[in-house]
């Protein structure tokens, strides 16, 4: 269960720092309430995950998928480059985060 709630902790850091765009500076109502939203509920469930994992691998699990998510979603959104060499360390940050999954208790 706790790997369901980082899991789910980390695609909503990837909402809110993709919301953190719409919002214009904070000056749009609806897509600012989103995205405080989403962070709030984002740390919520890194919380959560935190009470069985070790907060090292749950931070950087949160923190890669949050990564991950955001430089994928700036190529499909928001048009930002998809050179080899970026999409290379994508692929090697996917590595590590399942590394750190397949060796934590």
Avoid: D, N, Q
Avoid at 23 to 36: E, I, K, N, S
Avoid at 47 to 68: D, K, N
Wanted: hydrophobic share 60%; with cysteine.
């Amino acid at each position: 269960m706790s790997w369901l709630a980082l899991l789910l902790a980390g695609l909503l850091e990837v909402c809110w720092a993709i919301g953190l765009k719409y919002t214009h500076g904070f000056t749009r109502p609806l897509p600012t309430a989103l995205t405080v939203g989403a962070i709030i509920t984002s740390i919520a469930l890194l919380e959560t995950a935190s009470r069985t994992l070790p907060i090292g691998t749950a931070y950087a699990v949160w923190v890669g998928i949050g990564a991950f998510g955001a430089a994928i979603a700036g190529i499909l959104l928001f048009g930002e480059p998809a050179t080899a060499a970026r999409l290379g360390f994508l692929a090697l940050l996917v590595v590590s985060i399942l590394g750190l999954k397949l060796a934590s208790p």
